[in-house]
């Protein structure tokens, strides 16, 4: 062992007290920082999961205008004209996909493709014995959607067999079930455009997303074909992918090659995810005041050591330790508290998080969780051990500065500053 | 001027040539030496003595390379110190002198073979084992072989002293440089030290040099140096 970590490891040890009690808010600054970090971190994943298993990863929606082609509204009886859309980098849009299979087609060349599901989408209006109610109907391939969604999970009542095998069958969101005072087995009418068929409720889901669970409600594609009168296309493509941190990317591909308007999950939860990195920050910031509280008591504690030990300085010196020495040994004192702090306060983080994560709290709005959700990663622990050298550093620089400056002569005679 | 007890050619260990030192600032700035030129010699006890605020003690610590001198030249072991470089001036201290002071500022949370060790280990030169025999040899010379794993607030004020005599030879210097090392003992522990210090430094070939205030201990030196107003008379 050096000899100045040896002095170090004597002069922390002279002053217990004092530096335990920085040792003390480092521990619980590094664990209290990695338990937020992973709540935070829990409730912002099961969000991500929950958005993956409805809505997908990447949605492929309408067909980008080409500038150089006129389109003339349709003036035929029978023939619907197409509307067109314009975004704000003033692209203009086709609603809707025309040729499902060839974008599908298209985008499985992609090496981070996984699943499609086409989806016809339209307005509906929901008749109970009891109720009325306003929903969205989602025509789905069944196999296909469920490569795509959580859909299969979701069910809380029925199941996806019945449905499969009932031409008529639907799966409603329980909110929607509740309000029109339905449950499986039950039968509804449903209106669209200027038509009304009666269908089967063969299944109940629950995605913990009010919105989606009081709205929407599934039918096979042929038979949203059929209420809603679209014989060709889909509203849109909802596509699974292996590595969802790269659906960006593959959304930028996916619509230069296929020409139609792509949004990844990042964009189309932005808000959402905005204001989970911004809880996060704040979260970091606040806990990382009782590291900086740590610190600027090892900052007292250290210059009160270097105070109270000059004279052991000079004789130090006088003995052949240079300048960086001195300064080492109050830096190694630093460096100790240090890790013994990041060690314990990983170990505590580890411990509040693996509890929190037993804590009942059941929730839904945005997602559905009974208990404290928690994704502890090594990312967190690293965030914590990086803001703790950071606090003690800044904390240690100053005194083992000073300690090192300190003129052995002057201090022997006694005329030290 | 000094007076030479026992004479004959010995070879220089340090050599100080018109050192001059200020001390304070502004009005109260004192010339404190005032071109002081000395030498001492290997195996040979000198001291200095005079009235307090001579020069004594600063002079002490200007030929330790505790403190830097405004003019003049010091040379430690042949090599000449070069001014202002505090890097050079720690490792010729390291290696070539060794302090006592009046106060024995050994370091209170290591025993008294740690406080002896801690010159080794800074030097480097011995392996930890070497470094303990060494430790315990010095400590047996000067009478604490059988206290060596005592804190210094087990020992007495003497026996700290003798401590930090065996620490201050710990790294065979050719210079040994005490201030007032017995100017805080009583009579029988002020010569149980002294001679504890010149005795070791006779028998290692070691130059000597004490600052103090007794006379009696001045006469049993070979050489004193009477100083008054930063100079030598």
């Given at each position: 062992m050096s000899p100045t970590i040896r002095i170090a490891i004597r002069f922390l040890l002279a002053k217990k007290r004092s530096m335990l009690m920085s040792l003390t808010g480092i521990v619980f600054g590094v664990g209290f920082f990695i338990s937020t970090q992973a709540q935070l971190s829990g409730y912002q994943e099961l969000f991500i999961e929950t958005i993956l298993g409805t809505d997908g990863a990447i949605r492929i929606e309408d067909r980008i205008q080409d500038p150089n082609v006129f389109v003339a509204a349709s003036t035929k009886k029978n023939t619907s004209t197409n509307f067109f859309i314009t975004d704000k980098n003033n692209r203009r849009f086709v609603e809707g996909i025309e040729h499902p299979d060839s974008v599908i087609e298209a985008i499985s060349?992609?090496?981070?493709?996984?699943?499609?599901?086409?989806?016809?989408?339209?307005?509906?209006?929901?008749?109970?014995?009891?109720?009325?109610?306003?929903?969205?109907?989602?025509?789905?391939?069944?196999?296909?959607?469920?490569a795509v969604s959580a859909l299969e999970d979701q069910i809380q009542l029925g199941s996806i067999e019945d449905f499969r095998g009932s031409p008529m069958g639907i799966i409603m969101g329980h909110k929607m079930a509740a309000r029109l005072d339905v449950t499986v087995g039950d039968s509804i009418i449903i209106r669209a455009v200027d038509q009304q068929q009666r269908y089967r409720i063969a299944a109940i889901f629950e995605t913990g997303v009010s919105d989606i669970d009081k709205t929407r409600v599934f039918m096979h594609l042929s038979a949203a074909r059929?209420?809603?009168?679209?014989?060709?296309?889909v509203s849109f493509i909802q596509v699974s992918i292996y590595d969802r941190d790269r659906a960006i990317v593959d959304a930028e591909v996916i619509e230069r090659v296929t020409k139609h308007f792509s949004a990844p999950w990042q964009e189309r939860e932005k808000s959402w995810m905005q204001l989970f990195k911004t809880l996060q920050v704040s979260a970091a910031i606040t806990v990382s005041t009782i590291i900086i509280i740590s610190g600027l008591g090892m900052f007292s504690t250290l210059f009160m050591i270097v105070m109270d030990k000059t004279r052991e300085i000079a004789i130090l010196r006088s003995m052949g330790y240079t300048r960086n020495d001195i300064s080492n040994i109050f830096l190694w004192q630093g460096v100790i508290v240090l890790i013994c702090g990041t060690i314990l306060g990983c170990g505590i983080g580890y411990l509040i998080t693996f509890a929190i994560s037993y804590l009942p709290m059941p929730l839904s709005g945005i997602f559905a969780t009974e208990y404290f959700v928690v994704n502890s990663t090594a990312w967190h622990y690293v965030q914590a051990v990086i803001a703790a050298i950071i606090i003690v550093m800044i904390a240690c620089f100053a005194p083992s500065r000073k300690a090192g400056k300190l003129v052995p002569g002057d201090v022997i005679r006694g005329t030290a500053a | 001027?000094?007076?030479?007890?026992?004479?004959?050619?010995?070879?220089?260990?340090?050599?100080?040539?018109?050192?001059?030192?200020?001390?304070?600032?502004?009005?109260?700035?004192?010339?404190?030496?005032?071109?002081?030129?000395?030498?001492?010699?290997?195996?040979?006890?000198?001291?200095?003595?005079?009235?307090?605020?001579?020069?004594?003690?600063?002079?002490?610590?200007?030929?330790?390379?505790?403190?830097?001198?405004?003019?003049?030249?010091?040379?430690?072991?042949?090599?000449?110190?070069?001014?202002?470089?505090?890097?050079?001036?720690?490792?010729?201290?390291?290696?070539?002198?060794?302090?006592?002071?009046?106060?024995?500022?050994?370091?209170?949370?290591?025993?008294?073979?740690?406080?002896?060790?801690?010159?080794?280990?800074?030097?480097?030169?011995?392996?930890?084992?070497?470094?303990?025999?060494?430790a315990h040899a010095l400590l047996n010379e000067v009478g604490l072989g059988d206290k060596t794993h005592r804190l210094p607030s087990q020992l007495s004020g003497g026996e700290q002293q003798r401590v930090a005599i065996a620490r201050s030879l710990a790294n065979t210097p050719g210079v040994l440089l005490a201030d007032e090392p017995t100017g805080n003992l009583d009579v029988k522990n002020s010569l149980m030290v002294f001679e504890s210090l010149t005795r070791l430094a006779k028998e290692k070939g070691q130059a000597v040099l004490i600052v103090t205030h007794n006379p009696d201990l001045a006469k049993k030196c070979d050489r004193i140096l009477r100083m008054q107003d930063g100079q030598f008379t």
């Open positions: 060349e992609l090496e981070n493709f996984e699943a499609a599901s086409p989806v016809i989408k339209g307005s509906i209006q929901l008749q109970s014995p009891l109720r009325k109610d306003n929903g969205q109907i989602y025509g789905i391939m069944v196999d296909e959607h469920i059929s209420l809603l009168k679209k014989p060709n296309g | 001027m000094s007076e030479i007890k026992a004479g004959g050619q010995k070879e220089v260990a340090l050599e100080c040539r018109e050192l001059h030192k200020h001390l304070g600032e502004g009005e109260t700035r004192v010339h404190v030496l005032r071109g002081v030129s000395l030498k001492l010699y290997r195996g040979e006890v000198s001291a200095i003595v005079g009235p307090s605020g001579c020069g004594k003690s600063t002079l002490l610590y200007l030929l330790g390379l505790l403190d830097l001198q405004d003019s003049g030249s010091i040379s430690i072991q042949g090599e000449e110190v070069p001014p202002k470089n505090d890097g050079e001036h720690t490792r010729i201290r390291g290696e070539n002198v060794g302090f006592v002071f009046q106060f024995h500022f050994l370091l209170p949370e290591f025993s008294a073979m740690e406080n002896v060790i801690l010159p080794m280990r800074k030097l480097g030169r011995l392996n930890p084992k070497e470094m303990k025999s060494r």
